[in-house]
C-alpha cells in the first residue's frame, strides 16, 4: 500500500480560553523554516562539482526539513517534542541551540542553555573519560577551576569511578550519555536541551536522569525540552507538547493530549478521511466505559494460547492437538482438527514445548496428543519431551510441513464422521480471512485445505472435497485462484462452492460475520453480542480462538490497528452493528492494541448505543 502521510495541523481540544500566562516566555519559535540543498545528482571528485559550476549545470533539490513552524516555551514549562523519524524534530532542537542559523522566521533564547543534543558531541574518543570531561566542559563554557569543583559530583553521577583513565572508545553509548548529561547538568542552566538521551543507558540511570530533571524542573523552576520516541516518557515528565510530521507542525497543547492524538495516528498510514474519523473518535466527548473491553495476553503466543484453553473447559474431551506456532496455515488445520476433537490446540515450538504449554499439557493429562507441523529430523526433541511426561498417552505425529500436504495429513488424522459437511480451501497467507472464518469453522467442525505453489487443488485434495463427505466448500479466494470451470466441476459432483473474496480484509471480515457467523448463531437462538478484537496480520495469538468464539457468542473484528483505514472501518462497522455489541474482547499484549486503540473502539460500541 502507498505510504500516505498527512501532514494537516490538528486542532488542540484543550481548552484554554480563560488561561492567561504570565511566566517569561524562554523560547520563541516564530514562522521557522529551515532548508537544505540537496545535490540532484553523484558528483564524485571536486574536478567533476567545478566542471558542473562552471556549465552552470549544478543542481539542488530543495528539502525542507522544517516548514513554517511556530511555539513558544515559557519558563518552568516541560516541553515535550515528537515525530517519527526524519521529521526534523533534532532540526528543531539544533536550531533552539544555536548550531543552525534558521532559512526563515526568528528563534529567540533567553538565558543560558545546556545542550544534550548528540552523544558523543565534544568528547575526542581517544582520550580518557577523565580528560574528555575537561574538554567538553571547556567546550560548554566551563572553566577548569569550575570543572575542578564539580569532577567527582560529575564522576559520581555518571558512575564511572573504577573507568576514568580508560580510553573512551572502549566505553558503550550509555557510558557516553551518562558523562555527557552529568557534565551539562552540573551547573543549572536556564534552558536544557534533551535529545534521545533518556532513552540511552540501563532503567536505573535512566531513571535517575528522570530525577535530575525533575530536581532542575521543581527546585530551580529550569525550562526543559526534550526529543523522545518514548510517548510515556513524554507524557510523564511535559506539561506541554508538540508534534512535527514532515517538517510540520501537526499539534501542539497539552503533553497528555498530543501524545495520545499521536499514538492514535503517528507513523500509521491511511488516507485523510480515515484520519479524520478517527481523530474525531478519540477526541469525542463520549465517556469510555473499561468494562466493555477484556484482554486475553500471554507472555508470548505460547501462553495466550494456553489462556484461552483454559477459558473454554472440555470435560468430555481426552485429546490435546499441538502445532508449531511459526507455521500460521498449519496452525489453522489444526485448530480445524481440535475442533474436531472436540480438543483444545496449543502452541509449541518446531524442535521443544515451551513451559507454558507443557504446564498447560499436564494440567490437562490428555491421553491423546496430536502433533502437527514438526519436521521429522526435529521430532526427537519433542517426541522426546512428551515420552518423559506422558508416557502414558498415545501419540500421533502429521510430519508434513508443506501446508497442503500438511493439511491431508491432519485431516486424516481424525475419523470422517468427526468431521462436519463443509470444507474450507484456501492459499497459503489468507491469514486474515481465515481468522474471520475461525467462529464458524469451529462450529461447523469444518477442515482446511490449501492449494499448492501453482494455485493448483491437487488430484488427492480433489478425491477428498469431492468424496461426498461434503456438501460444500468455502473457497478463500478470487476467481483467478478459483474459476468458475472448479465450482462448476464441483456442483456436478454434487457440491456447493462459494468464493469468498474482498477488496480488503476488513471486508471480507465484515461479509463473514453477515453470511456465515450471525445468520448460524441466529439458527441456535442466538445473538452475537462480543467481537473478538485480533490483529489482522498478526494470526499468531489467535489459532485456538474458535472454542472460546463458539461458548461466548462471537464474531471476530479484524483491526490493523497500524492502518488508519482498517481502524476507521471497524470504528464505522461498530456503529453499523447499531448496539448490538455489548462486549470487545481484545486477544494479544499491548503491541497489538494498546489503550489508545481500545479506547477508539470502546468509544465506537458506545456511540453506536
Given at each position: ?79 515535550g ?24 522566521g526568528?528563534c ?47 564522576v ?53 536522569c ?93 501462553g ?33 482438527l ?38 521429522s ?42 468431521w ?9 497467507g489468507?491469514?486474515?480471512d ?38 460444500s ?6 476467481d ?7 465450482l ?21 471480515n ?91 473502539l ?8
Amino acid at each position: 500500500m502507498t505510504e500516505i502521510v498527512n501532514t494537516s495541523p490538528l486542532a488542540s481540544h484543550t481548552d484554554q480560553s480563560s488561561v492567561v500566562d504570565t511566566r517569561p516566555v524562554m523560547i520563541d519559535v516564530d514562522h521557522v523554516s529551515m532548508v537544505f540543498n540537496m545535490a540532484s545528482e553523484q558528483l564524485n571528485s571536486l574536478k567533476e562539482y567545478a566542471v558542473a559550476f562552471a556549465k552552470r549545470e549544478l543542481m539542488f533539490k530543495e528539502f525542507r526539513a522544517i516548514d513554517d513552524v511556530s511555539f513558544t516555551v515559557r519558563k518552568g514549562d516541560v516541553f515535550g517534542i515528537l515525530g517519527t523519524n526524519g521529521s526534523g524534530k533534532s532540526t528543531m532542537l539544533k536550531i533552539i541551540a544555536g548550531v543552525l542559523e534558521p532559512s526563515s522566521g526568528s528563534c529567540h533564547v533567553n538565558g543560558n542553555i545546556a545542550p544534550l543534543i548528540e552523544l558523543g558531541a565534544g568528547f575526542d574518543f581517544e582520550l580518557t573519560a577523565r580528560e574528555n570531561i575537561y574538554l567538553n566542559g571547556a567546550l560548554l563554557g566551563y572553566s577548569r577551576k569550575f570543572i575542578n569543583q564539580h569532577f567527582d559530583e560529575i564522576v559520581e553521577f555518571a558512575e564511572i569511578e573504577k573507568f576514568l583513565d580508560m580510553p573512551m572508545k572502549n566505553y558503550s553509548s550509555g557510558m557516553v550519555a551518562r558523562i555527557a548529561f552529568a557534565i551539562a547538568t552540573v551547573i543549572v542552566p536556564d534552558v536544557l536541551i534533551v535529545d534521545e538521551v533518556l532513552s540511552v543507558g540501563d532503567f536505573m540511570f535512566q531513571q535517575k536522569c528522570e530525577q535530575r530533571i525533575m530536581s532542575l524542573i521543581k527546585e530551580h523552576d529550569v525550562t526543559v525540552l526534550i526529543v523522545s520516541h518514548n510517548n510515556d516518557q513524554i507524557e510523564r515528565l511535559c506539561n506541554k507538547a508538540i508534534w512535527i510530521e514532515k517538517g510540520h507542525a501537526r499539534m501542539m497543547g497539552s503533553a497528555s493530549e498530543v501524545c495520545d492524538a499521536y499514538r492514535a495516528l503517528g507513523g500509521h498510514i491511511g488516507s485523510a478521511e480515515s484520519e479524520a474519523i478517527v481523530y474525531d473518535t478519540l477526541v469525542s466527548p463520549v465517556p469510555v466505559d473499561d468494562q466493555i473491553a477484556t484482554t486475553i495476553a500471554g507472555d508470548d503466543r505460547y501462553g495466550t494460547a494456553v489462556k484461552l484453553s483454559a477459558l473454554c473447559e472440555r470435560p468430555s474431551s481426552d485429546a490435546v492437538v499441538l502445532s508449531v506456532a511459526e507455521l500460521p496455515s498449519i496452525c489453522f488445520s489444526a485448530a480445524a482438527l481440535a475442533a474436531a476433537y472436540d480438543a483444545p490446540l496449543l502452541l509449541i515450538k518446531p524442535d521443544h514445548i515451551p513451559d507454558s504449554t507443557m504446564q498447560e499439557l499436564q494440567r490437562l493429562k490428555p491421553s491423546t496428543i496430536i502433533v502437527a507441523g514438526v519436521a521429522s529430523e526435529r521430532e526427537q526433541g519433542v517426541l522426546a519431551e512428551l515420552q518423559q511426561h506422558f508416557n502414558d498417552a498415545h501419540l500421533q505425529f502429521a510430519q508434513a510441513t508443506e501446508p497442503q500436504t500438511a493439511a491431508l495429513d491432519i485431516y486424516r488424522s481424525a475419523e470422517p464422521q468427526q468431521w462436519g459437511d463443509c470444507a474450507i480451501v484456501s492459499w497459503d497467507g489468507c491469514f486474515g480471512d481465515q481468522m474471520s472464518l475461525l467462529p464458524y469453522s469451529t462450529l461447523k467442525k469444518a477442515p482446511y485445505f490449501y492449494i499448492d505453489e501453482n494455485d493448483q487443488i491437487d488430484n488427492e485434495t480433489w478425491g477428498v472435497l469431492t468424496s461426498g463427505h461434503f456438501s460444500s466448500v468455502l473457497f478463500l479466494g478470487s476467481d483467478r485462484t478459483f474459476p468458475d470451470e472448479m465450482l462448476t466441476r464441483l456442483h456436478n459432483s454434487g457440491v456447493i462452492g462459494t468464493r469468498i473474496c474482498e477488496d480488503n480484509a476488513s471486508l471480507a471480515n465484515k461479509r463473514i460475520n453477515a453470511d456465515y457467523i450471525i445468520p448460524t448463531l441466529q439458527q441456535q437462538g442466538k445473538n452475537v453480542r462480543s467481537l473478538i478484537v485480533s490483529s489482522t496480520w498478526q494470526p499468531f495469538n489467535s489459532f485456538n480462538i474458535g472454542g472460546y468464539a463458539i461458548e461466548n457468542d462471537a464474531a471476530m473484528l479484524l483491526v490493523d490497528s497500524t492502518n488508519l483505514d482498517s481502524m476507521a472501518f471497524a470504528i464505522q462497522y461498530l456503529k453499523e452493528l447499531n448496539g448490538d455489541i455489548n462486549r470487545l474482547v481484545f486477544v494479544g499484549d499491548d503491541n497489538q492494541f494498546n489503550r489508545i486503540d481500545k479506547r477508539l473502539l470502546i468509544k465506537a460500541v458506545q456511540q453506536a448505543k
